[in-house]
């Protein structure tokens, strides 16, 4: 029954995904950022399908059931914290600017060696974001079917690149409509089970009243701001996020799908914590699996089951095929250097480059996921990542003139040494051992988790303001993409045309 309901929602899943895909007529920029033609709602739900993945769901349960409910609630909060952010005050300006791939931004506003170096930073994160939902996807067969966990492993990533292959952005959005919807449905219904079976009793201490878990830092207080602080602004420089601000037909419609996205993500995600809190009253100290595995399994109805697994499959399938199609198109694009060419009898070098760089892409994935079996953590780490490295040259980038390209530079490098540097001596990360590369030393214990985040960012953020201060300053290159905006709304240019009237004015604008 379990394996005939999960079968069944796949199917239709690829099946729609399939009959999409003629929308994409051989473009690279329909393929990858929808023909920048989707209406808000179909941009939200592509949004909170990104959002709402096996890290934050899986994850969440996973770190709530262990640690208290907001050890698990900042990972779907600080996801609706980011995309708020995002719609508030990035939105409009990103999506006016027209680009196809986000590290595009770096490379107008400071240069070339900017974008290689954000392009590096933001491929190897987003690898480690995929490998997280195929590490769900892999307990999940294995748990259920008995299946090898490499095994299911691969097959998750297998069927989310078959269809978002073929159909791009434009499969992955409608496709996310379905899956959010299986999975808003079955959090809701699991949740009103267990109110009505037995009760929503969470123990003192645990749940969302219990603030000392965000004042204490005996209960892991600087842990869950680190996790909401990282993702909350972290994940602001988000391909995938702004792979789907980009698709949308307007401005307005980019920022109305990022806070549809965002409620949506606190509505499906924050229930699942609250049944596992009061789940623990009745489930066992000692589990065989992942705690929502266990409950479904050995205590929720069949039907209810089914469909919250259909619903954690879907998750994990959409923002495992939104985030290789983004990483993909920044190694071909911004790394390679093979820009879109769309003219009648020519094949678009973009879109074919594109589509094969799927596949290292995923076959690295899935090798991480093999060698990592994290769920919630992994995600957590990348967006660290990104918010020690990339975060201040993009934000200060947009509303700082003085900002300079050497600064971005410096502001990267430093923000990765001391990020990397304190990952390494640090026992655990984010409350969980550090097994991925940890140096045993007497200077760090484990109480100093949490804090790496915040101090690689702030040496980031100083190094970037320092260095901005003793060079010379920067073009306006930010401007001078909305200048090239505005002559392209005039003279119907193609997309790249826009890309060099804006190197060529932040050129021609650049002293010496």
């Known amino acids: 029954m379990i394996l005939l309901g999960v079968a069944i929602s796949i199917a239709v899943v690829v099946a729609v995904g399939f009959y999409v895909s003629k929308r994409i007529e051989g473009d690279s920029s329909n393929f990858l950022v929808g023909g920048r033609m989707l209406p808000f709602w179909l941009v939200g739900g592509a949004l909170m399908g990104a959002a709402v993945d096996t890290?934050?769901?899986?994850?969440?349960?996973?770190?709530?059931?262990?640690?208290?409910?907001?050890?698990?609630?900042?990972?779907?909060?600080?996801?609706?914290?980011?995309l708020t952010i995002t719609g508030v005050f990035f939105a409009k300006p990103m999506n006016r600017m027209g680009l196809?791939?986000?590290?595009?931004?770096?490379?107008?506003?400071?240069?070339?060696?900017?974008?290689?170096?954000?392009?590096?930073?933001?491929?190897?994160?987003?690898?480690?974001?995929?490998?997280?939902?195929?590490?769900?996807?892999?307990?999940?067969?294995?748990?259920?079917?008995?299946?090898?966990?490499?095994?299911?492993?691969?097959?998750?990533?297998?069927?989310?690149?078959?269809?978002?292959?073929?159909?791009?952005?434009?499969?992955?959005?409608y496709t996310a409509i379905i899956q959010m919807s299986l999975i808003l449905i079955g959090a809701v219904g699991l949740f009103i089970w267990m109110s009505s079976t037995h009760g929503i009793n969470i123990a003192e201490g645990t749940g969302p009243f219990a603030l000392g878990q965000l004042s204490d830092p005996a209960q892991g207080a600087v842990i869950n701001w680190a996790t909401l602080i990282a993702l909350g602004i972290g994940d602001i420089v988000?391909?995938?996020?702004?792979?789907?601000?980009?698709?949308?037909?307007?401005?307005?419609?980019?920022?109305?799908?990022?806070?549809?996205?965002?409620?949506?993500?606190?509505?499906?995600?924050?229930?699942?914590?609250?049944?596992?809190?009061?789940?623990?009253?009745?489930?066992?100290?000692?589990?065989?699996?992942p705690v929502l595995f266990v409950l479904l399994d050995q205590y929720a109805p069949v039907g209810l089951t089914v469909l919250v697994l259909c619903g954690l499959v879907g998750a994990s399938m959409s923002t495992a095929n939104g985030a290789i199609l983004a990483i993909s198109n920044v190694c071909v694009r911004n790394l390679g250097g093979v820009r879109r060419v769309h003219e009648p009898g020519k094949?678009?070098?973009?879109?074919?480059?594109?589509?094969?760089?799927?596949?290292?892409?995923?076959?690295?994935?899935?090798?991480?996921?093999?060698?990592?079996?994290?769920?919630?953590?992994?995600?957590?780490?990348?967006?660290?990542?990104?918010?020690?490295?990339?975060?201040?040259?993009?934000?200060?980038?947009?509303?700082?003139?003085?900002?300079?390209?050497?600064?971005?530079?410096?502001?990267?490098?430093?923000g990765f040494v001391v990020r990397i540097g304190l990952f390494v001596?640090?026992?655990?990360?984010?409350?969980?051992?550090?097994?991925?590369?940890?140096?045993?030393?007497?200077?760090?214990?484990?109480?100093?988790?949490?804090?790496?985040?915040?101090?690689?960012?702030?040496?980031?953020?100083?190094?970037?303001?320092?260095?901005?201060?003793?060079?010379?300053?920067?073009?306006?290159?930010?401007?001078?993409?909305?200048?090239?905006?505005?002559?392209?709304?005039?003279?119907?240019?193609?997309?790249?045309?826009?890309?060099n009237k804006a190197s060529a004015l932040a050129g021609a604008a650049t002293p010496g």
């Open 55 to 82: 890290n934050a769901t899986l994850g969440n349960t996973d770190l709530a059931f262990e640690f208290g409910f907001w050890a698990g609630a900042a990972l779907p909060l600080g996801l609706a914290l980011c």
């Open 347 to 414: 094949r678009d070098p973009l879109l074919r480059a594109t589509r094969i760089a799927m596949v290292p892409m995923t076959l690295f994935s899935i090798v991480f996921a093999i060698y990592v079996q994290q769920t919630g953590i992994l995600l957590t780490l990348a967006f660290d990542l990104m918010l020690a490295c990339l975060v201040v040259p993009f934000i200060l980038g947009l509303v700082w003139r003085r900002g300079t390209t050497t600064a971005a530079v410096a502001s990267i490098a430093v």
């Open 238 to 289: 988000a391909i995938d996020f702004m792979a789907r601000v980009f698709s949308a037909k307007s401005p307005e419609a980019a920022r109305k799908a990022c806070f549809t996205a965002a409620a949506g993500t606190v509505t499906i995600c924050v229930p699942f914590g609250l049944v596992v809190l009061a789940a623990h009253s009745f489930l066992p100290e000692e589990l065989d699996g």
């Open 100 to 173: 196809t791939s986000f590290p595009d931004y770096y490379r107008l506003r400071f240069g070339r060696s900017v974008e290689v170096g954000a392009s590096l930073l933001l491929a190897v994160a987003f690898c480690m974001l995929v490998a997280g939902n195929l590490v769900a996807g892999g307990f999940l067969f294995n748990y259920f079917l008995g299946m090898p966990y490499w095994l299911g492993v691969v097959l998750i990533a297998a069927i989310a690149v078959a269809y978002t292959g073929t159909g791009g952005l434009i499969a992955d959005a």
């Open 425 to 499: 001596m640090t026992p655990t990360m984010f409350g969980v051992e550090n097994t991925i590369l940890y140096i045993p030393n007497n200077l760090v214990s484990a109480s100093f988790d949490g804090w790496p985040t915040f101090i690689a960012f702030a040496a980031g953020l100083l190094t970037y303001i320092a260095v901005s201060l003793m060079t010379p300053p920067a073009t306006l290159r930010g401007l001078d993409i909305q200048v090239a905006q505005d002559v392209d709304d005039a003279l119907d240019t193609t997309q790249e045309e826009i890309e």
